[in-house]
C-alpha cells in the first residue's frame, strides 16, 4: 500500500497503528531510548512512510533485527557553517550522516559574505538533493560589521524573499552588538520581519556582560554558541536562552560548560559544531563526539542523547525529530554500548543510510559550478612594498593567539625595527599578519604583527578568513607572503604554503574560495600534504594554524583582531596603530 496525498499517508499512519495494517518496516529486538522519560525499553518500532506510527509488538512487511542494540533518536547539529568542511552540502551529507546527524541547521553566511545571494541560493539547491535534513538560518550580518568589507552586503529586503522557503528557519547568528544596541534600522528591520514570519533568531554574544544579554533577549534572541564558562550560560539560561555547546575544531568549550549542565536546567542546552574541518570531520566525527566527549567526563548517558536530539529539536520547533516515538520521523541510529556510543547504522525516515561509518545512500550528484560563486579572488597589483608597517618606535600592538581559542590576547611588546619598519622575528615568534581585500579590488591591505603561531620558515596563506573572507597571510618574510597570496589568486582560493618563493603544498578550494568540488576523501588527502608540509618546515604547534590564522580577522571575537582596514581593537571597537608609544 502506498499513500500519494498527506491524507492517505496520515491514514495510512492510523491504521499501521491500529494494526489494521502492516508498517513499511519494523525494527525489533532494539533498546529504545526514550527521551521523555529518560529510560531504555523493549518493544518494536513499527514505520510507515518514513514516520515512527507505533512502538509495541507490530508487524511489518520487512523486519530490521537490532540483535540487542540500543535504538536512539538521530542527532541534529544545532549550528553549524557547512562551509567550514571545505565540501558543499552534498559531500558534507555523505561525510556526516555515518555519524549519526541526521539534521542540521546551517547558516550559509561563510559563502554569503562572498557571493551574497547567489551563494544563498547555491546552499538551497544543494542541500535539496541530499537525504539529510538541512534547515537554514539566513545570514544577519554580512558583511559582519561595519569595519570590514565583505564581497557583498545583505539588508532586510534581500532576505525577506527567503522566509517563505520550506527550509529556512529564521535569522542566524547576530554578531553586530554595537547595531543591535543602538537600534541600528536595518537589523531592526531583519528582526522585525524575521518575528513577524513566526522565526527564530540566533545570538552571538562573544564576551558579552548581562547587560548585553538583556539586550539580545529584548530583541528576541533565543540562542547563544559563544559561551566560554560556566557563568556565561548560566547567566543566558536565566533570561530564557538556549545554549549550545561548541566542539568545533579551534573553539572548543564543551568541557568547560559541561559544570552548568544539571538535572534542573539540561532542557536548555544542546550541541553544535559550528566550524569543524573535513579532516576533522573524518577524524573525530560530529555531534557524536559531543556525545562520547560528554560521557566519558561525567555527564548521564541519556542527558547526552537527549542534548543531541530533543532538546535541538524543540528549540528550533521541529516537532517531529528528536525522539523514538509515534509521529516522529524514523531517524534513527543503533549502537552497542550506552557508556561509549559508537554507531554501528544510521536510519533517515526508515531508510539504511549508513552502516559501520561509511556512507551507504544515494550517491551525491555532480553539478556544473557557476562562475559567479567560483571566480572570486580579485587582487590588485602587490609587491612587497604594500606590506611595509611603519614603526615610529619598538612597541607594538601585537595579536596574542591561544591555541585551541578563538580569543586573541592584546599584548604590547617590543619588536625588531629595520629600516622604519616592522622586521619579523623567528625567534620572538613575532610574525607579519596580513589581510588582503579580494572581492572588489579596493587595495585595502591590513597590516599587523601575530605572536604565538609557531612558523618558522616561509609564509601561508587562505581566502578562509571568517567572516568577510578576504585573503590572509602570515609569514617570516615579505617575499614569502607577496608569493603565497598571488598562488591563491592563481588556484581560484584556497590554502597556500610557500618557502624561498615557491609553493610548497596547496589546497584549491574553487567555490567561494571556500570550498572544493572534489570529494571529502581527495579535500582530506591534500589538506593532510598542506599540514604535512608546514611540519616539514618546523611547525611543532598542537593547533591547526590554518584555522587559527582564519579566526584572526573575525572582529567579532576579543580581544585583537585584523581586518582589511587594519588593526582591530575588539574591546574599543575601534581600529589603532601598530606602532604604539
Known amino acids: 500500500m502506498t499513500a500519494n496525498t498527506p491524507k492517505d499517508i496520515l491514514t495510512k499512519r492510523i491504521r499501521t497503528a491500529n494494526k489494521d495494517v502492516p508498517a513499511d518496516v519494523v525494527i525489533k529486538n532494539g533498546r529504545i531510548i526514550d527521551v521523555f522519560n529518560m529510560e531504555v525499553l523493549e518493544a518494536d518500532i513499527a514505520i510507515t512512510e518514513g514516520t515512527i506510527a507505533g512502538i509495541g509488538e507490530y508487524d511489518g512487511n520487512e523486519v530490521i533485527d537490532a540483535h540487542g542494540k540500543y535504538i536512539a533518536p538521530a542527532f541534529i547539529d544545532g549550528h553549524v557553517h557547512i562551509e567550514s568542511s571545505m565540501v558543499p552540502p552534498e559531500e558534507f551529507a555523505r561525510v556526516v550522516l555515518p555519524h549519526g546527524v541526521t539534521t542540521i541547521v546551517t547558516d550559509p553566511h561563510e559563502v554569503a559574505n562572498v557571493c551574497g545571494n547567489r551563494g544563498i541560493q547555491f546552499m538551497l539547491d544543494q542541500a535539496k538533493d541530499t537525504c539529510m535534513d538541512m534547515h537554514f538560518m539566513l545570514p544577519s550580518c554580512v558583511p559582519a560589521t561595519p569595519f570590514e568589507n565583505a564581497g557583498a552586503r545583505l539588508m532586510d529586503e534581500d532576505l525577506r524573499p527567503y522566509y517563505d522557503h520550506p527550509q529556512v528557519l529564521g535569522l542566524a547568528e547576530v554578531m553586530d552588538y554595537p ?8 537589523l531592526i528591520g531583519k528582526l522585525t520581519s524575521t518575528t513577524l514570519e513566526g522565526k527564530k533568531i540566533d545570538g552571538h554574544l562573544a564576551g558579552l556582560d548581562p547587560h548585553a544579554i538583556n539586550i539580545y533577549r529584548a530583541a528576541g534572541v533565543l540562542t547563544d554558541h559563544e559561551c566560554n564558562t560556566p557563568g556565561d550560560a548560566l547567566e543566558r539560561i536565566r533570561r530564557g536562552m538556549y545554549v549550545m555547546m561548541r566542539e568545533g575544531s579551534v573553539a572548543k568549550d564543551l568541557l568547560a560548560l559541561l559544570p552548568a549542565v544539571k538535572p534542573h536546567n539540561s532542557r536548555r542546552f544542546f550541541f553544535c559544531t559550528d566550524d569543524k574541518h573535513i579532516d576533522d570531520l573524518l577524524r573525530n566525527g560530529s555531534i557524536d563526539h559531543h556525545v562520547r566527549l560528554a560521557i566519558a567526563n561525567g555527564t548521564d548517558p541519556m542527558t547526552a542523547i537527549q542534548m543531541a536530539s530533543l532538546n535541538a529539536a524543540e528549540c ?14 524514523a531517524d534513527l541510529i543503533l549502537f552497542d554500548d550506552l557508556n561509549d556510543p559508537v554507531i554501528s547504522d544510521v536510519y533517515k525516515e526508515g531508510k539504511h543510510v549508513a552502516k559501520n561509518g561509511s556512507y551507504i545512500g544515494p550517491a551525491p550528484g555532480r553539478k556544473d559550478l557557476a562562475s559567479a560563486i567560483t571566480n572570486t579572488v580579485h587582487l590588485p597589483e602587490l609587491s612587497e612594498v604594500s606590506l611595509k ?27 625588531q625595527v629595520e629600516n622604519g619598519s616592522f622586521l619579523p622575528s623567528v625567534e620572538e615568534d613575532q610574525l607579519k599578519l596580513a589581510a588582503v581585500e579580494r572581492h572588489h579590488q579596493t587595495g585595502n591591505i591590513g597590516l599587523g604583527v601575530v605572536k604565538g603561531l609557531g612558523l618558522k620558515r616561509g609564509a601561508i596563506a587562505t581566502t578562509i578568513a571568517h ?5 590572509v597571510a602570515v609569514g617570516t618574510n615579505d617575499h614569502d607572503m607577496i608569493q603565497a597570496i598571488k598562488h591563491l589568486s592563481d588556484i581560484n582560493g584556497g590554502l597556500a604554503v610557500v618557502v624561498d618563493g615557491k609553493p610548497v603544498a596547496s589546497l584549491s578550494l574553487p567555490i567561494g574560495g571556500l570550498m572544493s568540488d572534489k570529494t571529502a576523501e581527495e579535500v582530506n588527502a591534500a589538506l593532510d600534504h598542506v599540514h ?5 618546515q618546523g611547525f611543532q604547534g598542537d593547533f591547526n594554524p590554518f584555522l587559527t ?9 576579543p580581544s585583537l583582531k585584523l581586518t582589511d582596514k587594519g588593526l582591530f581593537d575588539v574591546t574599543k571597537l575601534r581600529h589603532i596603530d601598530v606602532s604604539c608609544s
Open 179 to 186: 547595531s543591535l544596541r543602538s537600534a541600528a534600522p536595518d
Open 316 to 329: 528550533y520547533g521541529l516537532t517531529d525529530k528528536g525522539a523514538v516515538a509515534p509521529g516522529y520521523k
Open 389 to 415: 608597517i611603519p614603526m615610529e618606535s619598538s612597541k607594538a600592538n601585537v595579536i596574542k593567539i591561544n591555541p585551541n581559542s578563538l580569543r586573541t590576547d592584546h599584548n604590547v611588546e617590543h619588536v
Open 467 to 471: 567572516d568577510s573572507h578576504n585573503i
Open 532 to 536: 604535512h608540509s608546514l611540519k616539514e
Open 549 to 557: 590564522l582564519s579566526f584572526l580577522t573575525l572582529p567579532v571575537i
